[in-house]
Antibody, heavy 118, light 110 residues
């Protein structure tokens, strides 16, 4: 079955970087865009950007421009989201989600909690 | 890009119908028929309920329906059931290959 499995929880200090992985299975990895969405504790969903696993092309929300980098490794069907210069308000659960068509996101990964604390 | 505006909470009794609004602008909701709706239970990942404004993925009950008028999209849940109690988020295409989510609505089944 189609499945996205993300890496485990991370604790980082302010100013550091974090890299979250999302391994896809059950479908043709290069056939679907992958999006990243985050959710701060008790807050709503926030779209961060997407990567085209076929070409490696990316597009990021303006808010994250310059701090986020999305990459992929087609040999292991995995996408990565790297967020730098972390601040306390980056504490959130980060999700990857496959795009079937535009914002028809399905499935989603299980989420990765990133905690930024000194 | 500002978040789309949703009511913080909506409630209804079992069997009733409720509607959740999602208000954007002419740059997002009003310009594209690309609004999706997601259901999220506590501690779980979101699940798509509606895409392209009014289409239901297979496996989603037809109690869920979507529509749009001007800059406002709506999700209607008919025949409300206890398992529908969750948070709901709209998401719209916002141009230039970007997307924006709504502020979220907590649905309570009384």
């Amino acid at each position: 079955q189609v499945q996205l499995v993300q890496s485990g929880a991370e604790v980082k200090k302010p100013g550091a970087s974090v890299k979250v992985s999302c391994k896809a299975s059950g479908y043709i990895f290069t056939g679907y865009y992958m999006h990243w969405v985050r959710q701060a504790p008790g807050q709503g969903l926030e779209w961060m950007g997407w990567i085209n696993p076929n070409s490696g092309g990316t597009n990021y929300a303006q808010k994250f421009q310059g701090r986020v980098t999305m990459t992929r490794d087609t040999s292991i069907s995995t996408v990565y989201m790297d967020l730098s210069r972390l601040r306390s308000d980056d504490t959130a659960v980060y999700y990857c989600a496959r795009s079937i068509i535009e914002n028809w996101f399905d499935p989603w990964g299980q989420g990765t909690l990133v905690t930024v604390s000194s | 890009q500002s978040a789309l505006t949703q009511p913080a909470s909506v409630s209804g009794s079992p069997g009733q119908s409720i509607t959740i609004s999602c208000t954007g602008t002419s740059s997002d909701v009003g310009s594209y028929n690309l609004v999706s709706w997601f259901q999220q239970h506590p501690g779980k990942a979101p699940k798509v309920m509606i895409y392209e404004g009014s289409k239901r993925p297979s496996g989603v009950f037809n109690r869920f329906s979507g529509s749009k008028s001007g800059n406002t999209a709506s999700l209607t849940i008919s025949g409300l059931q206890a398992e529908d109690e969750a948070d709901y988020y709209c998401c719209s295409y916002a141009g230039s290959s970007t997307y924006v989510f709504g502020t979220g609505t907590k649905v309570t089944v009384l």
